[in-house]
């Protein structure tokens, strides 16, 4: 079964700055997908970003960007120039076939 | 912009009570789904829908639990027999036709359903 791992429930940037958010998973497929939400407070989950297993080249939109490792099942998000909007639960995802399996998520809080 | 939503926000109910769920898909959307994300932990899957027929569900999709399309634009969740434990928030998603699981999945808002 697939699994994913988000190893930091929290974190914390300041405006303007970069940061990290980890995400690792576990499978046997060779071709998947993998996909960050954005849950901010009290609102609906929406896609920020995703990634072919195929395609070596990393996903970039916009501010957003992924650090993807094939070998190392990694798939880390880079949030540069962060602003106060960006304070959410991130969600790491994976999907081989019709279901999606999610990460616990990750806390940002995006601070002035 | 279209976006999911879901009615009602917040369904409390009494243990052993029949709940329905109701999602409104976007409008050109063939793939429907639900999602149920219980406090504190992350959200899993349920089951997919495509063609009035269930694709694929997950080990938590036992015999309690049905989805519908009753008409053009709704899709519904139906907990037969509610037990404490499906206190949980349930998200429906869409997308667009096509096979491809690249596609992207839009989520509704939730309705926080509580068991009492």
């Known amino acids: 079964a697939q699994t994913v791992t988000q190893s930091q429930p929290e974190m914390s940037v300041q405006e303007a700055e970069t940061v990290t958010l980890s995400c690792t998973y576990d499978t046997s497929e060779s071709n998947y997908y993998l996909f960050w939400y954005k849950q901010p407070p009290s609102r609906q989950m929406i896609l920020v970003i995703r990634?072919?297993?195929?395609?070596?080249q990393n996903a970039t939109e916009n501010r957003f960007s992924v650090n993807f490792q094939k070998a190392a099942k990694s798939f880390s998000l880079k949030i540069s120039d962060s602003q106060l909007g960006d304070t959410a639960m991130y969600f790491c995802?994976?999907?081989?076939?019709?279901?999606?399996?999610f990460g616990a998520g990750t806390r940002l809080t995006v601070k002035p | 912009e279209p976006e999911v939503t879901q009615t009602p926000s917040h369904q409390v109910t009494q243990m052993g009570q029949e709940v329905i769920l109701r999602c409104v898909p976007i409008?050109?959307?063939?793939?429907f789904y639900w999602y149920r994300q219980i406090l504190g932990q992350k959200v899993e899957f349920l089951v997919s829908?495509?063609?009035?027929?269930?694709?694929?569900k997950s080990e938590i999709f036992d015999d309690q639990f049905s989805v519908e399309r009753p008409d053009g634009s709704n899709f519904t969740l139906k907990i037969r027999s509610t037990k404490l434990e499906d206190s949980a928030m349930y998200f429906c998603?869409?997308?667009?036709?096509?096979?491809?699981?690249?596609?992207?999945?839009?989520f509704g808002p939730g309705t926080r359903l509580t068991v009492l």
């Open positions: 998603a869409s997308s667009t036709a096509g096979q491809s699981p690249y596609n992207e999945q839009f």
């Open positions: 995802a994976f999907r081989e076939g019709y279901d999606m399996r």
């Open positions: 409008s050109n959307h063939l793939y």
């Open positions: 990634q072919e297993a195929y395609k070596q």
């Open positions: 829908f495509y063609n009035n027929e269930i694709s694929e």
